[in-house]
Nanobody
Framework: QLQLVESGGGAVQAGDSLRLSCVAS????????MGWFRQAPGKEREFVAS????????AYADSVKGRFTISRDHAKNTVYLQMNSLKPEDTAVYYC???????????????????WGQGTQVTVSS
């Protein structure tokens, strides 16, 4: 049974950086695209970033482009989200997710993912 566990969240000041990690156990992730999503209080879960199976292709939400970087390490079965120049509007619970299908594509829709972690809280104060 696949389990995704996020870590690395915390409370920081605007302009600071954090690196989130998503470690998978129970199943290798190397053939799947992976994504990061976030959900702020009172808002719907939204796409943040995605990476294809080999890391050659990535995609970002416009709101984080240029500040966040998604990467993966197959040997560690881990996906990362490096977040720089954090803003108060980045405050949310961040979730990693595994794509339903194998392949080379990048996915932005929640419905394209079938396994989720429990989330890690990121709080950015001004």
């Amino acid at each position: 049974q696949l389990q995704l566990v996020e870590s690395g969240g915390g409370a920081v000041q605007a302009g600071d950086s954090l690196r989130l990690s998503c470690v998978a156990s129970g199943r290798a992730l190397h053939v799947h695209s992976m994504g990061w999503f976030r959900q702020a209080p009172g808002k719907e879960r939204e796409f943040v970033a995605s990476i294809n199976w080999n890391g050659a292709s990535t995609a970002y939400a416009d709101s984080v482009k240029g500040r966040f970087t998604i990467s993966r390490d197959h040997a560690k079965n881990t996906v990362y989200l490096q977040m720089n120049s954090l803003k108060p509007e980045d405050t949310a619970v961040y979730y990693c997710a595994k794509s339903r299908t194998y392949g080379n594509d990048i996915y932005r829709a929640i419905g394209d993912y079938d396994a989720w972690g429990q989330g890690t809280q990121v709080t950015v104060s001004s």
